[in-house]
């Protein structure tokens, strides 16, 4: 008998220390192991910001909140992770005043890990590339006439800088585990999606390597940025240059969702499964075989995700659940 609930919406998760993010539609839960072996579980209702505005659930605008929301999402989750990790998701009774000194210190520092891991990820992906392209200009007098030769010098040293990083990361033991509940993550999904019961038995057997991928998500926003980067005159003093470039990261972003959301759409066809090609190839860095303990939270997420879509349901059972990419 199939157990698994049959709601025609897509899923989505994310790995985190030790555990597995699961988004469905209406709600974000967090499983992660503790130290014991058992799970914490964090779970809650959640709606985006197109879901509640209608006036910016518009192409490209769309894209662009969504990238945002689901950076302060993972960074929430990968943080409640650490913290099960840790064994600190219990903490002491504690007074009203070190509730709030807490959740103040708690807030300042996950500003400050996110503002470090922006600023990092701009220094490696766009101030570097642009900057070494910009240098082998001046040598170069074929690739200062040809600015589509310059963009795609540019988009090329991204690709490469940003394989390096996620294959420096998987040489790390703590980032192999990450990269394996990453895995489990695929398959869960996966076994959600071909209709199977959420067992560890039917998820072992799926593949790692799945189309909607966050992987495959940033080599399209590589891939684009050189398309529109060719059509923004070039402006040539080096720091007015970047700073156009990342002005129009959000409206890549943007379009690179929308890339994204098509392709979902049109998974069967063969022109999708060509342009997917790369992100697939990419997540042979980015995901390892999980072990049966990984894929049991990488399920135990997803379970605990498909039954708030049903409580929902069942409270308001006129509104219609649609497929759409999370």
Do not use: H
């Given at each position: 008998m199939n157990t698994t609930p049959k709601i025609d919406f897509a899923v989505g998760g994310q790995a985190v220390i030790e555990g597995v993010m699961m988004r469905s539609?209406?709600?974000?839960?967090?499983?992660?192991?503790?130290?014991?072996?058992?799970?914490?579980?964090?779970?809650?209702?959640?709606?985006?910001?197109?879901?509640?505005?209608?006036?910016?659930?518009?192409?490209?605008?769309?894209?662009?909140?969504?990238?945002?929301?689901?950076?302060?999402?993972?960074?929430?989750?990968?943080?409640?992770?650490?913290?099960?990790?840790?064994?600190?998701?219990?903490p002491k009774k504690k007074t009203k005043k070190q509730s709030i000194l807490q959740k103040t210190i708690e807030a300042m520092m996950f500003v400050f890990s996110l503002l470090i891991a922006l600023a990092l990820s701009l220094f490696l992906f766009k101030f570097l590339p642009l900057w070494i392209t910009t240098v082998i200009e001046k040598y170069s007098s074929t690739i200062k006439e040809n600015?589509?030769?310059?963009?795609?010098?540019?988009?090329?040293?991204?690709?490469?800088?940003f394989i390096m990083y996620i294959y420096i990361l998987s040489l790390l033991p703590s980032f192999k585990r990450i990269f394996e509940y990453h895995g489990a993550e695929h398959k869960a999904v996966f076994t959600y999606e071909k209709g199977l019961d959420l067992t560890v038995t039917n998820a072992a057997k799926q593949s790692r390597f799945h189309p909607r991928c966050g992987t495959s998500f940033i080599l399209i926003v590589f891939v684009i940025s050189i398309l529109v980067y060719t059509f923004i005159p070039r402006n040539p003093d080096?720091?007015?240059?970047?700073?156009?470039?990342?002005?129009?990261?959000?409206?890549?972003?943007?379009?690179?969702?929308?890339?994204?959301?098509?392709?979902?759409?049109?998974?069967?066809?063969?022109?999708?499964?060509?342009?997917?090609?790369?992100?697939?190839?990419?997540?042979?860095?980015?995901?390892?075989?999980?072990?049966?303990?990984?894929?049991e939270v990488a399920l135990h997420s997803l379970k605990l995700a498909l039954k708030?879509?049903?409580?929902?349901?069942?409270?308001?059972?006129?509104?219609?659940?649609?497929?759409?990419?999370?």
């Open positions: 539609p209406n709600s974000i839960v967090i499983s992660a192991r503790r130290p014991d072996k058992s799970i914490a579980v964090q779970e809650k209702f959640y709606q985006t910001l197109t879901q509640k505005y209608k006036i910016f659930n518009l192409p490209i605008i769309r894209g662009m909140l969504n990238l945002i929301e689901m950076m302060v999402i993972g960074s929430k989750a990968i943080n409640f992770s650490a913290s099960v990790s840790m064994d600190e998701v219990k600015y589509i030769i310059f963009n795609l010098i540019d988009g090329i040293l991204k690709t490469f800088f080096f720091t007015k240059n970047l700073l156009i470039r990342l002005a129009f990261l959000p409206v890549i972003a943007g379009i690179s969702y929308e890339y994204l959301k098509i392709s979902a759409r049109y998974a069967d066809k063969a022109w999708t499964r060509i342009f997917v090609a790369p992100g697939l190839c990419m997540q042979r860095l980015t995901t390892r075989e999980p072990d049966k303990t990984q894929l708030k879509e049903q409580q929902l349901a069942k409270k308001t059972p006129s509104k219609t659940q649609k497929r759409r990419v999370v």
